[in-house]
């Protein structure tokens, strides 16, 4: 039974930072491809970062350079440090994984999700 459980999230002023964590059990952490994604209200989840099972990497053009996504096998965790904050930053924040070992980056590529956790930055 796949579990991901997101952490971090909070209120933050533009500018500041935040980092997120993704905290897997339930399968073999390293095999799976992992990605953050994030929705606005009234808005489609849209992806934010990703990183494959050998460690590439790939950002939406709007968090580029501010965003970055790293995991730590040994602790199961996927994270995403966040600086330069902004107000249209302000989403709520998904882990998700998928078995593949390929760079996944649409939504409906991923099988499993976490609850999210909100990040308001005003």
């Known amino acids: 039974h796949v579990q991901l459980v997101e952490s971090g999230g909070g209120s933050v002023q533009a500018g500041g930072s935040l980092r997120l964590s993704c905290v897997a059990s339930?399968?073999?952490?390293?095999?799976?491809?992992m990605g953050w994604f994030r929705q606005a209200p009234g808005e489609e989840r849209e992806v934010v970062a990703a990183?494959?099972?050998?460690?590439?990497?790939k950002y939406a053009d709007s968090v580029k350079g501010r965003f970055t996504i790293s995991k730590d096998n040994a602790k199961n965790t996927l994270y995403l440090q966040m600086i330069s904050l902004k107000p249209e930053d302000t989403a709520m924040y998904y882990c998700?994984?998928?078995?593949?070992?390929?760079?996944?980056?649409?939504?409906?590529?991923?099988?499993?999700w976490g609850q999210g956790t909100q990040v308001t930055v005003s």
């Open positions: 998700a994984a998928d078995l593949k070992w390929w760079l996944l980056l649409a939504a409906e590529e991923y099988g499993y």
């Open positions: 339930g399968y073999t952490y390293s095999r799976y491809c």
């Open positions: 990183i494959s099972v050998h460690g590439i990497t």
